[in-house]
């Protein structure tokens, strides 16, 4: 099951990633939104990361 959810999730982000090459080339409206939307979605996870991150570096610098 857990592998099905996997293979689904992967699908999505190549799903995406397609859109976003083929929207740079002028695809159609559906094209663009779903680029969009993971361009959104990437820069989302993104900024979270950082923001994980640089909570983790605070928490290792207050050891003086």
Known sequence: MIV???????ALI???CAC?????RGGPRW?????????AA???L???EKKRRRGL???DGNDD
């Open 4 to 10: 099905v959810l996997l293979l689904g999730v992967l």
């Open 14 to 16: 190549v799903g995406g």
């Open 20 to 24: 976003v090459v083929w929207a740079e």
């Open 31 to 39: 094209v663009r939104v779903a680029a969009t939307v993971t361009l």
């Open 42 to 44: 990437s820069e989302l």
């Open 46 to 48: 993104r900024s979270s």
């Open 57 to 59: 570096n605070r928490s």
